[in-house]
C-alpha cells in the first residue's frame, strides 16, 4: 500500500507516490491545458484525452469499484427496509401497558 505510485497522465516520466499525485496533476493540468484533458467523474485523478473517455470508461478501476458497491448498498437497502416491519410490533407492546408494567 505504501509502495503505490502514481504515473502522471500528462507524461509518463512524472511518477510520483500517490499522496503526492493530488497536488501534481492540478500543477500538471495548468501546464496541459492546451491538451484539453477530461478529469473522470469517479476519480479526481484520472485525467484522459476527450477521444480516450470511451475507453477510460471502460477500464476506469474507480468506476467498476463504484458499480461493484452499489450493488452491496442496494443489497443493504432491502436488509433494512425488512426491518422496518419491527417498529409497529413494538408500539403494540406500548400499547399494551398493563403487561409491561407486570414485567
Ligand atoms: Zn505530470
Ligand atoms: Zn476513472
Given amino acids: 500500500m505504501s509502495s ?3 504515473i502522471c497522465p500528462y507524461n509518463a516520466a512524472h511518477v510520483m507516490k500517490i ?3 493530488h497536488h ?3 500543477n ?3 501546464a496541459n491545458a ?7 467523474s469517479y476519480n479526481a485523478l484520472h485525467h484522459y484525452a476527450p477521444e480516450d473517455e470511451a475507453k477510460h470508461l471502460e477500464t476506469c478501476s ?3 469499484a463504484l458499480i461493484a458497491a452499489t450493488h452491496v448498498a442496494y443489497g443493504m437497502k432491502s436488509v ?3 426491518n422496518l416491519t419491527m417498529p409497529p410490533a413494538a408500539q403494540l407492546q406500548f ?3 398493563d403487561n409491561w408494567d407486570s414485567d
Fill in 28 to 30: 500538471c493540468r495548468k
Fill in 80 to 82: 433494512v427496509s425488512g
Fill in 95 to 97: 400499547d399494551d401497558e
Fill in 34 to 40: 492546451h491538451k484539453n484533458f477530461v478529469i473522470c
Fill in 19 to 21: 499522496t503526492k499525485a
Fill in 4 to 6: 503505490k505510485l502514481f
Fill in 62 to 64: 474507480e468506476r467498476i
Fill in 24 to 26: 501534481h496533476v492540478v
